[in-house]
Nanobody, 122 residues
Framework: QVQLVESGGGLVQAGGSLRLSCAAS????????MGWFRQAPGKEREFVAA????????YYADSVKGRFTISRDNAKSTVFLQMNSLKPDDTAVYYC???????????????WGQGTQVTVSS
């Protein structure tokens, strides 16, 4: 069974940085992609970034391009989200997801982590 465990959230001032981790287990992920999503109170869950396990190709939402960087450690089956220049609008619960990537698109799958809270104060 696939398990995704996020960590690294917290409270940070605007302009600060955080690094999220997502440890994945339960299957071989080489043919999949991993995505980060976030959900703020009263809003729908939205795509943030994704990475293909095999090639390392990355995908970003326009709102985080240039500020967030997604990476992976294949040996540890762990995906990271380095978040710099954080803004209050980045406040949300962040979730990782196992999905698929094709061309320039990421397709979310059914497996989600429990989420980690990121709060950015102004």
């Amino acid at each position: 069974q696939v398990q995704l465990v996020e960590s690294g959230g917290g409270l940070v001032q605007a302009g600060g940085s955080l690094r999220l981790s997502c440890a994945a287990s339960g299957r071989t992920f080489s043919s999949y992609a991993m995505g980060w999503f976030r959900q703020a109170p009263g809003k729908e869950r939205e795509f943030v970034a994704a990475i293909r396990w095999s090639s390392g190709r990355t995908y970003y939402a326009d709102s985080v391009k240039g500020r967030f960087t997604i990476s992976r450690d294949n040996a540890k089956s762990t995906v990271f989200l380095q978040m710099n220049s954080l803004k209050p609008d980045d406040t949300a619960v962040y979730y990782c997801n196992v999905g698929q990537a094709s061309g320039s698109d990421y397709y979310r799958g059914d497996y989600w982590g429990q989420g980690t809270q990121v709060t950015v104060s102004s």
